[in-house]
C-alpha cells in the first residue's frame, strides 16, 4: 500500500514478537515519554506504555487510579520518540472489564489515537473472552498474568503469587487460556521460576518475564528502576545505573553556582550588539 509519508526504519510488530518464541530473548522496558523512548528504541524490541506512569510519573500509590487519557497522552510520546521497537499500551483499571464492546471501544480509540502496535491486558478469569473478541477485529493483544497490580486491593498488595498449588493451578490457567485467546505474548509477573517454567513450556506464545526468572523467552523491567531513580525498588529489579545519586550531585552543584552567581556566565550570557560606526 502506498504512503504519503513512508518510514525510513520498519517498526516490530506483533508477529515479529510472536515468532521469536523459544529463539533469541526479547528486550523489552517501560517508556512513558518521548526522550526516554528514543533513547531505548535502540535497544528494544518492545516499549511498553505501562500503567504504571501511575506510580513512577505522577505519585499514584498504586494503578487504580490511572485513566484512559493518562495512558493516550503518554502513548502518543512514547510513539513520537521510537522509531523500531513495538509500542504496546497498557489498558487501565476499568477500561476493558464491562464487557467485550467497552473493551473493544477504548482498545480502538487507544489504538486509534496513539497509533500504538498494541495494548496489554491484565488477565483475570474472565479476561479471555475479551482477548479473543478484540483479536478477531483487528487488535493486538499482550495479556499478563501472575501478579496483577490492579488487582492489588482484592489481592492485598504486591505479592508473589503461585506459591501455593490452588494459585499455582489457577495462574497456569490463566496463561493458557490467554495465550489460547490469541494473545500475541504473555507478561509473567512475580511468580517462583518452576511456574514461570512450566508457562512457557506449556504455551506457544512468547512469555516475557518481570520478577519470573531467566525461564522466561524475555524480560521487562520498569525502567526508572532499573536506573535507579528510586530510593527503594523490589528485590527483582537489578539497578544498572544510580540516576538518583547522579542527578542530585548534578542539581546540587548548580544550587551551588546560581548561589555563588557563577552560573550563567559569560559565555552563557546574550549582550547586545555593538553599534556599527558610522
Known amino acids: 500500500m502506498s504512503s504519503h509519508t513512508p518510514e525510513t526504519v520498519r517498526r516490530l510488530a506483533a508477529p515479529d514478537i510472536r515468532a521469536r518464541k523459544g529463539t533469541n530473548p526479547i528486550v523489552c522496558l517501560t517508556a512513558y515519554d518521548a526522550p526516554t523512548?528514543?533513547?531505548?528504541?535502540?535497544?528494544?524490541?518492545?516499549?511498553?506504555?505501562?500503567?504504571s506512569v501511575g506510580m513512577v510519573v505522577h505519585g499514584l500509590p498504586n494503578t487504580v487510579g490511572v485513566t484512559l487519557e493518562m495512558m493516550i497522552l503518554h502513548g502518543q510520546a512514547v510513539m513520537r520518540?521510537?522509531?523500531?521497537?513495538?509500542?504496546?499500551?497498557?489498558?487501565?483499571?476499568?477500561?476493558?472489564?464491562?464487557?467485550?464492546?467497552?473493551?473493544?471501544?477504548?482498545?480502538?480509540?487507544?489504538?486509534?489515537?496513539?497509533?500504538?502496535?498494541?495494548?496489554?491486558?491484565?488477565?483475570?478469569?474472565?479476561?479471555?473472552?475479551?482477548?479473543?473478541?478484540?483479536?478477531?477485529?483487528?487488535?493486538?493483544?499482550?495479556?499478563?498474568?501472575?501478579?496483577?497490580?490492579?488487582?492489588v486491593l482484592t489481592d492485598g498488595g504486591f505479592k508473589a503469587r503461585g506459591r501455593t498449588d490452588e494459585e499455582r493451578l489457577r495462574v497456569m490457567s490463566e496463561a493458557e487460556a490467554t495465550a489460547d485467546a490469541g494473545a500475541f505474548a504473555i507478561v509473567i509477573e512475580g511468580v517462583a521460576e518452576g511456574l514461570a517454567r512450566d508457562i512457557t513450556a506449556a504455551v506457544d506464545k512468547p512469555t516475557i518475564g518481570i520478577g519470573a526468572s531467566a525461564a522466561c523467552d524475555g524480560q521487562i523491567l520498569v525502567t526508572p528502576d532499573m536506573l535507579g531513580l528510586f530510593d527503594w525498588t523490589p528485590r527483582f529489579v537489578r539497578r544498572y545505573a544510580d540516576l538518583r545519586a547522579e542527578i542530585g550531585r548534578a542539581v546540587g552543584a548548580y544550587a551551588e553556582d546560581v548561589k555563588a552567581r557563577r552560573f550563567p556566565a559569560e559565555v552563557e550570557t546574550y549582550f547586545s550588539k555593538k553599534p556599527v560606526s558610522p
Open 37 to 51: 523512548a528514543a533513547l531505548l528504541d535502540e535497544h528494544c524490541d518492545l516499549l511498553l506504555v505501562g500503567d
Open 81 to 151: 520518540g521510537s522509531k523500531r521497537a513495538m509500542v504496546v499500551i497498557d489498558m487501565p483499571f476499568g477500561s476493558y472489564e464491562a464487557g467485550k464492546e467497552q473493551a473493544y471501544e477504548n482498545c480502538a480509540r487507544v489504538m486509534k489515537e496513539t497509533g500504538a502496535q498494541g495494548v496489554k491486558l491484565e488477565s483475570g478469569p474472565t479476561v479471555a473472552e475479551t482477548i479473543a473478541y478484540l483479536v478477531q477485529r483487528g487488535i493486538p493483544v499482550m495479556g499478563h498474568v501472575g501478579l496483577r497490580p490492579q488487582a
